[in-house]
Nanobody
Framework: QEHVVESGGGSVQPGGSLRLSCAVSIYLNCRYDIAWYRQAPGKEREVVSVIESDGEIRYGDSVKGRFTMSRDNAKTTEITTYLQMNSLEPEDTAMYYC?????????????WGQGTQVTVSS
């Protein structure tokens, strides 16, 4: 069973929108901080946004005001986070990865998803 599954990538024109999803299998009593990273060809992986278990959200400078991250905790065995990306620019083209930091009362583990490609071009 995959712990982290991303979806929602694709191709869009500049100015368009996409919404990425990250479904995370969870265990009770663990705490989960979830982040989106991205990596463009020839560049280092960079953080896009982070949502902590207490609900605090932070964004990278390059996406502030354009991207919105949210979290759905309704299920007891799964957390789904969303990354709504608006006003997309060619510079947003990258492979987007979901990173899960499992901790709290549980032994700390890091999980990465397989990635989903976002391409912005005209």
């Amino acid at each position: 069973q995959e712990h982290v599954v991303e979806s929602g990538g694709g191709s869009v024109q500049p100015g368009g929108s996409l919404r990425l999803s990250c479904a995370v299998s969870i265990y009770l009593n663990c705490r989960y901080d979830i982040a989106w990273y991205r990596q463009a060809p020839g560049k280092e992986r960079e953080v896009v946004s982070v949502i902590e278990s207490d609900g605090e959200i932070r964004y990278g400078d390059s996406v502030k005001g354009r991207f919105t991250m949210s979290r759905d905790n309704a299920k007891t065995t799964e957390i789904t986070t969303y990354l709504q990306m608006n006003s997309l620019e060619p510079e947003d083209t990258a492979m987007y990865y979901c990173k899960v930091d499992e901790g709290g009362e549980c032994r700390r583990k890091i999980y990465w998803g397989q990635g989903t490609q976002v391409t912005v071009s005209s």
